[in-house]
Structures are given as structure tokens and as C-alpha cells.
């Protein structure tokens, strides 16, 4: 149901900023279930960059892909950087292409988060915001309803990650997800790693006992 989205970046004219900033950037991610095995992929794309003073907006055309790389389901989404912060709607984390028809997210369907927080200068040892997002579906007589809360947000250390798309130095993030679906409650946590100029590089969800049960990576990066 979650897909990471929000990307961190460089320098843009002398001003630090977590995101990629040049368009046509292009990054590209697989995601992969407890075994491994490929379970789709999601491309970003630069579309657009407006600065204005230290608030920068950043617009992505977000695709969401099959494991064969076939095209699900497309949006833009804008994230937001006011002077040493930025923010990510919560509502970008829901994956829409479960609930797309025909390419567009029916009107039935109601997505609804506050935004989530990430200093620009987050040293290790820092505590961050929490954030949730909430979403409800009524079709006929199916009424279905969706939330998930992040808490203990932490950022924990800077080390050395190798994926497909490199090596990269990055910031080690930490949360716990406590998500809520059809009355049904699963608790999680999530491990992110981030490198400035790149974005998010890696990351690993684990059930409640420890175990991992999906992982996300940078496998391709084109400027």
C-alpha cells in the first residue's frame, strides 16, 4: 500500500536543499517482497523547479510499473521546501495504482494526511514530527477504510549503502508504522536511507518480530 515517494537532492544556486533540482532528472526504483522476488518499480521524473527566496517547489511525474515495467498508473505530485524544512503530503505515500481505473483515481475514493516533516540538516540523534494519512472507499455497498500513523521517527546514523545504482553515503532514517486496514491492525518498521544529491537510496520494512518483509532500491539514476 505505501511507496515511498519523496526523493532528496543537491545544491541549487548555492541555496541546500535535499532534492534533485535539475529537471529531467530522471530516478527509478524496484521494490521486492521477503523472498526477493521483483514486485514492481516506480520512476520519477523531474518536471518542474520553482525557487522563490528559501521556498523552493519540486514537481515529479511519478509512474508506478509492473515487474515487467509496464505502466499502471501516473500523476504529479509537487514536495515543498520552506527555509531549512521540507514537506511531503502524506496523502503521495498511498499507492494509487491498487485503486486507479482507466488511469484516474475514482471520486469515491478520499485520501486525506497532514504533511510530513524532514529538516534539511538532520544530524543523527535527531526526533522528527509524526505523520498519518487516512483513506476511505465507498462503492456501492462497499465501504472500505484505510490509515497509517508513523511514529518514533528518528534519524540514526551516516553510513555506506550499495545498491545497483552505487555507492552512496547516507543518512539512516527510522520509524514505526502502525497501519490500519478493514478493521485489521499491522504494526511495522521502517528503515530509509537517504544521500544528498541522489535521494532515497534504500529502504526495508519489517513485521513486529523482526523480519523483513519487502525492500525498495535506486537501481537506476539519470541526470
Not at 521517527?153 to 508504522?177: H, I, L, Y
Request: aromatic share 8%; with cysteine; charged share 25%.
Amino acid at each position: 500500500m505505501m511507496t515511498v515517494i519523496f526523493l532528496f537532492g543537491t545544491t541549487v544556486w548555492g541555496q541546500e536543499t535535499f532534492f534533485p533540482t535539475r529537471e529531467g532528472t530522471v530516478l527509478t526504483y524496484k521494490t521486492f517482497d521477503k523472498k526477493t522476488k521483483e514486485t514492481g518499480a516506480m520512476r520519477y521524473t523531474i518536471q518542474g523547479v520553482k525557487i522563490a527566496g528559501s521556498d523552493i517547489d519540486i514537481t515529479y511525474l511519478c509512474e508506478s510499473l509492473d515487474p515487467k515495467e509496464a505502466l499502471l498508473f501516473k500523476e504529479e505530485i509537487t514536495i515543498h521546501q520552506k527555509g531549512d524544512k521540507l514537506f511531503v503530503d502524506m496523502g503521495n505515500f498511498i499507492n494509487k495504482a491498487a485503486f486507479q481505473q482507466n488511469g484516474e483515481i475514482p471520486a469515491e475514493v478520499q485520501i486525506t494526511g497532514n504533511n510530513m516533516e524532514i529538516p534539511v540538516n538532520a544530524a543523527p540523534g535527531t526526533t522528527l514530527p509524526d505523520a498519518s494519512v487516512a483513506m476511505s472507499l465507498k462503492m456501492g455497498f462497499l465501504n472500505m477504510k484505510m490509515s497509517a500513523d508513523v511514529t518514533n521517527r528518528k534519524v540514526e546514523a551516516v553510513e555506506e549503502v550499495t545498491v545497483k545504482a552505487g555507492t552512496f553515503s547516507c543518512s539512516r532514517f527510522s520509524s514505526d508504522v502502525n497501519a490500519t486496514a478493514m478493521g485489521i491492525s499491522v504494526k511495522s518498521k521502517t528503515i530509509e536511507w537517504y544521500a544528498k544529491g541522489v535521494g532515497m537510496v534504500k529502504s526495508e520494512s519489517y513485521d513486529k518480530n523482526g523480519k523483513i518483509v519487502s525492500s525498495t532500491e535506486l537501481v537506476e539514476l539519470r541526470n
